[in-house]
């Protein structure tokens, strides 16, 4: 079975401050993916990054930076110099390619609020 | 905007009663997926359907159930709503069923049992 663990419920800082947002995640497949996504107050989910179980390369995209390691089964998420827009619950998700149901695997969230 | 629409936005209902979620993909988009986002399940799969057919079912009730038209739109029907099925229902799309097609979600129906 599929599972992903966020361990920071809620993150509160100051603007223009960095965040790191952690997700660790287990299976047993070798071919997996790993995703974001952003879910701001007005609710809908937004998807920000998908990376495969092959590509370990770092990705930066404006602000926003992803860390995968495969050795410590970790996704983790920078956002640079927070702004009060990133307000937000994040969600960490896994899709494996095996089995019948290649269903998302969703963390618990965490709950980032940025301070002006 | 995600190009995924779902109606209605708002639903308050009674229990016992049985409401209709709908969803319109994004234009091309043939594969449709139904979450349950509750407080204490948190964000849970409930089904997919591939082009009209179901293709994988989550932790999805037996009071549940959802199907996908010729036009590929979807519609998620629950029946013999209970307290404990409030939650925000939302749809997602992709452009096939594959594990790494990204899913893109819809607004999501607040859905209120009381």
């Known amino acids: 079975a599929q599972k992903v663990t966020q361990a920071q419920t809620e993150i509160s800082v100051v603007e223009k401050e960095d965040v790191t947002l952690d997700c660790v995640y287990e299976t047993r497949d070798t071919t997996y993916y790993l995703f974001w996504y952003k879910q701001p107050p007005s609710g809908e989910l937004v998807f920000l990054i998908r990376r495969n179980s092959f590509d370990e390369q770092n990705e930066i995209s404006g602000r926003y930076s992803w860390n995968f390691q495969k050795s410590t089964s970790s996704f983790n998420f920078t956002i640079t110099a927070s702004q009060v827009v990133d307000s937000a619950v994040y969600f960490c998700a896994l899709r494996v390619e095996s089995g019948s149901a290649r269903q998302l695997t969703f963390g618990s969230g965490t709950q980032l609020t940025v301070l002006p | 905007d995600s190009g995924v629409t779902q109606t209605p936005k708002h639903l308050i209902t009674a229990t016992g009663q049985r409401v209709t979620l709908r969803c319109s993909p994004r234009?091309?988009?043939?594969?449709v997926y139904w979450y349950q986002q509750s407080l204490d399940q948190g964000l849970q799969f409930l089904i997919q359907?591939?082009?009209?057919?179901?293709?994988a079912k989550g932790n999805i009730l037996e009071r549940f159930s959802a199907q996908q038209f010729p036009d590929l739109h979807s519609e998620l029907n629950l029946s013999s709503l209970e307290l404990g099925d409030s939650a925000l229902y939302f749809c997602?799309?992709?452009?096939?069923?594959?594990?790494?097609?990204?899913?893109?979600f819809g607004p999501g129906t607040r859905l209120t049992v009381l």
């Open positions: 997602a799309s992709s452009a096939s069923g594959q594990t790494y097609n990204e899913q893109f």
């Open positions: 234009s091309g988009d043939l594969s």
């Open positions: 359907y591939y082009n009209g057919e179901e293709r």
